[in-house]
């Protein structure tokens, strides 16, 4: 019998409406395909040390700033275990510290992950420049760095069918 292609999968989940997406497709995933899924939310030490090191805020701005971020990461995943939940699905959580593709990267070698889904947003038209950047920055590194396979969700009605099942 041939190996199922996916039996674990990371998920990066910042918060956004497309890395929603992109949970409520893996735990979809979980749900039909039996995978084990964890969703990793990385707070970007990196940047902020960048940030602090260019003189752009002071270290204890910087500081404040983790703390917020890890503060709403723990709520990110709170409400993704509990979306989870509801559709009988255990998925593993956790809350990372560093460069986003970098400890993306990281969770999926240590889970063993033979899937890594990235959110796809269509459309980045409402952010700034810099932002879409960065984004396109962390994507193309995981996408280029990744030891297993990486795949851009863009299921346009996946709120829809995960409501369906």
Partial sequence: ???PLFQRVVV???GSRSSLHTVLYAILMAKVY????KVVSVVDIASIKYLT???????????SIAKSLESDSEKNLDYVTD????????????????AVWSEIITAADEFKADLILLGGAKNLDHLSSLSRDVISSQDSEIIGSAHCSVMVVREPYVEQKFKLV
């Avoid at 039996?34 to 899924?37: F, H, I, L, T």
């Avoid at 090191?53 to 500081?63: A, I, P």
């Fill in 1 to 3: 019998m041939i190996k």
């Fill in 12 to 14: 990066g989940y910042n």
């Fill in 34 to 37: 039996k995978c084990a899924v």
């Fill in 53 to 63: 090191l260019q003189k752009f805020m002071v270290s204890q701005e910087g500081e």
């Fill in 83 to 98: 979306l989870a939940k509801s559709k009988g699905v255990k998925i593993e959580t956790e809350i990372r510290k560093g």
